[in-house]
T-cell receptor, first 111, second 114 residues
Framework: GENVEQHPSTLSVQEGDSAVIKCTYS??????FPWYKQELGKGPQLIID?????GEKKDQRIAVTLNKTAKHFSLHITETQPEDSAVYFC??????????FGTGTSLTVIP | EAGVAQSPRYKIIEKRQSVAFWCNPI?????LYWYQQILGQGPKLLIQ????????DSQLPKDRFSAERLKGVDSTLKIQPAKLEDSAVYLC????????????FGQGTRLTVV
């Protein structure tokens, strides 16, 4: 089965700085890579996703890059704000079937 | 648009007791997932339904866990008997179509087995 690894497990940044979270996957057939934000006591919320036919996608302060050859993808958050503090999960799937999640990154944005 | 609804939010039971969780997906979503999220880990799929049929239950501990989605809408997940290691958050998610990719999660049910 698919194996998704995520780094770092914790990340602290100053407000206004950028944050980068990286994931690798093992199954070359995976073609959909969502990123979820999970706040305390809440379920994961989809914040951005990318499909295997695209190398980069951006939505305001959030961007995701995908390198299919190396089987890794990354989340980039620019101009971080305190409300960005949460746990972020990457995931990989084949067309929306079983999502395999990474172990999560706890992001703290220091005001 | 209403989100994925789950109940209860919290449940504390003793080991060997039984427990059931309920999920109502977003209206019109044909695919429903149950995930188990142990503290400090990412969600792990337990079972995936497409309408009222099971697509994937390969990681469901079938000796103690069961799930159903009889009318292709809401779903229940049951554990009987519960073990200490079942303590986790149980998340329900739905998507409008298998292969549509985007999955929307409920708030989860936090289960504590003592």
């Amino acid at each position: 089965g698919e194996n998704v690894e995520q780094h770092p497990s914790t990340l602290s940044v100053q407000e206004g700085d950028s944050a980068v979270i990286k994931c690798t996957y093992s199954d070359s057939a995976s073609n959909y890579f969502p990123w979820y934000k999970q706040e305390l006591g809440k379920g994961p919320q989809l914040i951005i996703d990318i499909r295997s036919n695209v190398g980069e996608k951006k939505d305001q302060r959030i961007a995701v890059t995908l390198n299919k050859t190396a089987k890794h993808f990354s989340l980039h958050i620019t101009e971080t704000q305190p409300e960005d503090s949460a746990v972020y999960f990457c995931a990989a799937s084949r067309g929306g079937n079983q999502f395999y999640f990474g172990t999560g990154t706890s992001l703290t944005v220091i005001p | 648009e209403a989100g994925v609804a789950q109940s209860p939010r919290y449940k504390i039971i003793e080991k060997r007791q039984s427990v059931a969780f309920w999920c109502n997906p977003i209206s019109g979503h044909a695919t429903l997932y149950w995930y188990q999220q142990i503290l400090g880990q990412g969600p792990k799929l337990l079972i995936q339904f497409q309408n009222n049929g099971v697509v994937d239950d390969s990681q469901l501990p079938k000796d103690r866990f069961s799930a159903e989605r009889l009318k292709g809408v809401d779903s229940t997940l049951k554990i009987q008997p519960a073990k200490l290691e079942d303590s986790a958050v149980y998340l329900c998610a739905s998507s409008w179509l298998q292969g549509a990719a985007e999955a929307f999660f409920g708030q989860g049910t936090r289960l504590t087995v003592v």
